[in-house]
């Protein structure tokens, strides 16, 4: 099983709106429903942003969305503030009990 | 909302075995799913594995021969030992809950480095 392919950066300037993909395969991306979203702050522990695909957890603003594409998920974030600057990883279950985690993605806000 | 944290040694010899413990607070460990994910410094996320509090596990294949997971309901405490370590393993070891397939409670983290 192979990690799920995130880019390593993206950047966008405050107030607009970046996405970042999240490429795997018709074995986990591709056929389950069960792909998630963690942050993670500089030092600080992952935080759960997105499950489900599109869910948010309670507390987690509405700027945050999420959606699939055949073997491809992806994490939009809106109205981009400099709070957002963090490491974004994306995760899926890929059968038998197993799940994978993306590369991460550090987004950058200008 | 409960709380997790993880314990242990923070160095451990290459060819040893790294042990740690995660304590759960706020809540009871019971009829949960708990997970340990690990991070090599300056890269991303591996997941190790998974047990239930009956004790029934699920490792990531590339570290099951060297995993193992415990449960002690009693202490509401869970571990990890991971056997035969080399620099390889020098990471920041997570615990953190399972609810389906997503971890939505994370312990702070604990570095491990492996040196002699």
């Known amino acids: 099983q192979s990690a799920l392919t995130q880019p390593r950066s993206v950047s966008g300037s405050p107030g607009q709106s970046v996405t970042i993909s999240c490429t795997g395969t018709?074995?986990?991306?591709?056929?389950?429903?069960?792909v998630a979203w963690y942050q993670q702050l500089p030092g600080k522990a992952p935080k759960l942003l997105i499950y489900g695909v599109s869910e948010r957890p309670s507390g987690v603003p509405d700027r945050f969305s999420g959606s699939k594409s055949g073997n491809t998920a992806s994490l939009t974030i809106s109205g981009l503030q400099a709070e957002d600057e963090a490491d974004y990883y994306c995760?899926?279950?890929?059968?038998?009990?197993?799940?994978?985690f993306g590369g991460g993605t550090k987004l950058t806000v200008l | 909302q409960v709380q997790l944290q993880e314990s242990g040694p923070g160095l451990v010899k290459p060819s040893e075995t790294l042990s740690l413990t995660c304590t759960v607070s706020g809540g009871s460990i019971s009829s949960y799913y708990w997970s340990w994910i690990r991070q090599p410094p300056g890269k991303g996320l591996e997941w190790i594995g998974y047990?239930?509090?009956?004790?029934?596990?699920n490792y990531n294949p590339s570290l099951k021969s060297r995993v193992t997971m415990s449960v002690d309901t009693s202490k509401n405490q869970f571990s990890l030992k991971l056997s035969s370590v080399t620099a390889a393993d020098t990471a920041v070891y997570y615990c953190?809950?399972?609810?389906?397939?997503?971890?939505?409670?994370w312990g702070q983290g604990t570095l491990v480095t492996v040196s002699s």
């Open positions: 995760c899926s279950y890929a059968g038998s009990s197993s799940v994978l």
């Open positions: 018709s074995s986990d991306v591709g056929f389950y429903n069960f």
């Open positions: 953190a809950r399972l609810s389906g397939w997503d971890l939505p409670n």
């Open positions: 047990i239930y509090t009956t004790g029934s596990t």
